[in-house]
């Protein structure tokens, strides 16, 4: 069998906003993109997402609790978005070589080589007929690294043509960046991304996110509490690095308004990111931003505010901005099975390029 003949991958991913899973197509080698495809959004039901978000909030019940039920639900919700998305595209399960799946993150503590993404990869391959590949982190975080994030050797297959240095920043429920120039590869957790946003929203409201950044557009920046936030050891701490999505506690944030809130943790989210920029060998000529939080103004203006030069969601260069992180796992899928590290010591600090996850069923 050819392994380096491009083959056809879904990559699946439900973040830690726990929003919804997208599923997204992709024809890679693992190296370079030939081509992408279709891309759905399932939403989660509001039960599924309490259920999660209530595990994430309870770290003792996301580390012990076997929470059988809650991956079997998960699993099952991500074989109907592969249905969805070979629906979209008109493909039957047949056409696709192999499935990359993500599963939800409930815990991240790389420093306790510890990191749970709910999904069963076999149930997976049961349910579509399509091989899996899932486990994307652990082979890292045993192996001392911090697992996260997985998404920069995409980044730099995707970048290749674009002039740098490059700065790909997703603004997902925690926020990330890859610093692409030449050869040099270096990624990181800048702070937090939406997350507290939406839970401080949703707190208030029931809403699920600020739409728009209508709130904190509102609001004003409560200078001291920015200061304390901003004042984590995280910030201090070389890359690379990563954080836990409830690193943060938004307790810091009683007392304020709910468009005050929404401002400061805005803030906090764009201020965290312009720190990142000492942790980079170069000034960045542009930043990408891909995620959630590319759609919320208040959060763009603040970017474009402190950082000087071009700021632009990744629809600019022609990516899809949505379906990135998806994407990516497919493209991780295809490595995985051909034994290409996934991430490097610049990435996630592992001693050497690794190796990771776990096939699930028969490739091609």
């Known amino acids: 069998m050819n392994t380096t003949a491009p083959r056809r991958a879904i990559g699946l991913m439900s973040g830690t906003s726990a929003d919804g899973i997208d599923a997204a197509l992709i024809e890679t080698d693992g190296e370079s993109i030939r081509s992408t495809g279709a891309f759905v959004t399932l939403p989660l039901a509001d039960a599924l997402r309490g259920e999660i978000l209530a595990v994430m909030h309870n770290p003792d019940r996301a580390e012990h609790d076997a929470l059988v039920s809650l991956e079997r639900t998960i699993t099952l919700a991500h074989a109907e978005a592969v249905r969805a998305v070979l629906e979209t595209a008109g493909l039957p399960a047949s056409a696709i070589d192999v499935i990359g799946f993500h599963g939800q993150t409930v815990l991240h503590r790389p420093e306790r080589r510890l990191t749970r993404q709910l999904g069963d990869g076999a149930l997976l391959a049961a349910e579509s007929g399509i091989a899996v590949v899932n486990r994307f982190r652990h082979a890292d975080v045993e192996s001392g690294g911090q697992g996260a994030p997985l998404v920069p050797v995409f980044h730099q297959a995707l970048a ?71 004042a984590h050891p995280y910030f201090a701490r070389l890359p690379p690095k990563s954080l836990d999505r409830n690193d943060f506690p938004l307790s810091a944030m009683g007392g304020l308004s709910l468009a005050d809130g929404c401002a400061t943790l805005c803030a906090f989210t764009v201020q965290s ?39 632009d969601p990744v629809e600019a260069v022609g990516w899809d901005g949505d379906a990135l992180e998806a994407q990516a796992f497919g493209f991780l899928a295809v490595r995985s099975w051909r034994g290409l590290p996934l991430s490097v010591p610049s990435t996630t600090g592992v001693p050497w390029p690794m190796r990771g996850g776990v096939l699930h069923g028969t490739v091609g």
Request: neutral net charge.
């Open 160 to 230: 290749r043509d674009l002039a740098a240095p490059l700065a790909v920043l997703n603004l997902g429920g925690v926020a990330n960046v890859t610093y692409l120039d030449g050869e040099t590869l270096l990624a990181f957790d800048t702070g937090p991304g939406n997350a507290m946003i939406d839970d401080w929203v949703h707190g208030h409201t029931g809403a699920r996110f600020d739409a728009d950044g209508r709130l904190a557009a509102v609001g004003v920046v409560d200078a001291a509490r920015l200061a304390g936030l901003l």
């Open 273 to 311: 990111v312009a720190q990142s920029r000492a942790h980079m060998p170069l000034v960045p000529l542009r930043w990408l931003v891909a995620g959630g939080g590319r759609h919320n103004a208040a959060l763009m203006a603040g970017l474009r505010g402190v950082l000087g030069v071009a700021v």
